[in-house]
């Protein structure tokens, strides 16, 4: 597995080794171990989730206040457009984020770690996207960042018209939201 840092140093791209032929292709979507040791974190996974959404869907900024949920996110089927952005007050980050293309041809994934809101945009005509999580899903503690938050000025794909639920439309600016510590 090759792990590349991005721009927030705590935020990981994965590359699992993917072996492929004329019949299709196999690839370990998960080892613990692997994991533990690519990325030098100690991390226990409690929830596996699957969304599928249609083009343009967009889903997020999401965190949890409580029970902040570290992520480990893919792409099955489709393409989407990931952000992950530094919501930690104490962090010299704060307020930064940054995007990454996963797709089930790339196979690429994202670790999001606690202390992060996490979104993605959905660039082809459906996605399937599946994520790992640290923590249990808490309802009463999740949080939501605008999309368009204009101080954060994340780059979504253009020619694309986003599609929200009514929960991400009443998303907060930064500046307004309470944050992790």
């Known amino acids: 597995m090759k ?5 927030l140093p ?15 292709f196999f690839f370990e979507s998960f080892n613990q171990a692997a994991f533990n040791q690519a990325t030098g974190l100690d991390v226990a ?22 029970q902040a949920q570290g992520k480990l996110v893919r792409v099955a089927r489709g393409s989407v457009f990931d ?9 010299r980050n704060f307020g930064r984020w ?20 996490h979104g993605f945009m959905v660039t082809s005509a459906s996605a399937d996207f599946l994520y ?4 249990y ?5 999740e949080r939501s960042i605008a999309w368009d938050d204009p ?16 929960k991400d439309l009443a998303g907060l600016v930064l500046a307004d939201a309470q944050v992790c510590d």
């Open 10 to 24: 705590e935020v990981l791209i994965l590359e699992p080794k993917v072996f492929g032929d004329a019949r299709g």
């Open 83 to 91: 952000v992950a952005v530094d919501i930690r007050k104490s962090s």
């Open 151 to 166: 101080t954060l000025a994340i780059n979504w794909p253009v020619g694309v018209v986003p599609k929200l639920s009514v």
């Open 3 to 7: 792990v590349t840092a991005t721009a």
């Open 98 to 117: 940054v995007g990454v293309d996963l797709s089930e041809d790339n196979q690429r994934q994202l670790w999001v770690p606690p202390g992060f809101a």
């Open 137 to 141: 899903y808490a309802p009463q503690f």
């Open 132 to 135: 790992k999580t640290t923590d």
């Open 45 to 66: 996974f409690v929830q596996d989730n699957h969304s599928r959404s249609g083009l343009g869907v967009l889903r997020g900024l999401h965190y949890q206040i409580q």
